[in-house]
Nanobody, 115 residues
């Protein structure tokens, strides 16, 4: 499974961005996908996840109500719609996918929230 993120960039506080994660390869056994983020000197933290069956979503408290995770199964792409961005949302955002035998990561995309 190969994951490629896109959509990061520089945005002002209060602004919006939409991240994409394109999955390729043996994606049929992926049962959950998610977004994580990591800022300099900090641990990687969960942002949101979505299950293949049922589309059940989980969000960290810090982004709940502002971010929305979704997945297009036809295009094999996952999205993260980010609204009301804050400076503390600044980080490298990583796409994550899990099947029954392995855990896959993308290369990350930088999101910077600054005026």
């Amino acid at each position: 499974v190969h994951l490629v993120e896109s959509g990061g960039g520089l945005v002002q506080p209060g602004g919006s961005l939409r991240l994409s994660c394109a999955a390729s390869g043996s994606t049929s056994n992926i049962h959950v996908m998610g977004w994580y983020r990591q800022d300099l000197g900090k641990r990687r933290e969960l942002v949101a996840t979505i299950t293949r069956i049922g589309g059940r979503t989980v969000y960290s408290d810090s982004v709940k109500g502002r971010f929305t995770i979704s997945r297009d199964y036809v295009q094999n792409t996952m999205y993260l719609e980010m609204n009301l961005l804050k400076p503390e949302d600044t980080a490298v955002y990583f796409c994550d996918a899990r099947d029954f035998s392995a855990h896959y990561w993308g290369q990350g995309t930088q999101v910077t929230v600054s005026s």
